[in-house]
Structures are given as structure tokens and as C-alpha cells.
């Protein structure tokens, strides 16, 4: 009964109540680990979602797989990439990012702390990153179960 009422509430949320939520969470210094998954989120919630994450500091783990996101919901997500300078681990797992969302969220996290992102089963066909736009301090990178071709390796 719980699960299916939390469901629900999530699903009723509007705009304004993530964007709200957001923002709660980036005044929250004591929340380490964030999972919104399993359809919590889809693109249009990212958006709102990620305007009110902005200047969240706190958050060193963030697990956001299965949501069914695309590269519309990366995209949302930079600001909050490039400003999370605690954020560790990202978990994108079993969402739609394509090569766009990937390649663009790669771009994002070159100045980032983060040390591991997964993004197994995204739809990633191809990677089109040079070495300047590298995660300097990446050590693990987990991309299991795309069909990744080498033509846009440098």
C-alpha cells in the first residue's frame, strides 16, 4: 500500500511542486545520496527538477536510472552538473540519453569531482569526445549493453 501511494504521489506532482522540491533539496547540507528512479522522473519533471537542484553542494551520490530519459533531460541537468562540487557518482541506467545526451552530459562533467558514472542500456551508438572533454577525475566508466561503433573516437 505504501509504495503505491508514493507512486501516486509522485506522479501528481507538478512543475512548480519539483521545481520546489529542487530547491528544498539545495538547501538541505546534510543529504548525501539521491535515488529518484524506476519512472519518478521522465524529461518535462527533469527540467523543473534540475532548475531548483542548481546550487545543491551536498549531494555526492545520485541514482536517476530507469526514469526513461533522453538527451531533453541531460540537458536540463548541466547547470546542476557543473555546479555540484560533491557529486561522485552518477547512476543513469536504463534511460533513452542516445549519443546527444551522453556526449553532452560528458562535456558537462569535464570540471566535475565525479569519479563514476554508469550508463548502461542508454541507446549510445556512438561517442564524439576528445580528450580535452574528459572527466579529469573519472576512474570508472560503466557503458554495458550499448552498440557503440568507433567512428567519432579521437
Known sequence: FGRERDDYFIQSMTNKDWEELGRDISSNAHLKDLTLREGALDDRKMSSFFRGLTNSSSIKQMN????GLSAV???????FLQS?????SLDLDNNNIKSEGFNALFRALRDSPIEMLHCDR???GSIEIDTEHIPKHMTFL???DNSINTDGLE
Do not use: D
Request: proline share 5%; with cysteine.
Open 64 to 67: 536517476l536510472n530507469e526514469n
Open 73 to 79: 533531460g541531460i540537458r536540463s541537468m548541466v547547470p
Open 84 to 88: 555540484a562540487n560533491n557529486l561522485t
Open 122 to 124: 542508454c541507446g549510445i
Open 142 to 144: 560503466r557503458l554495458n
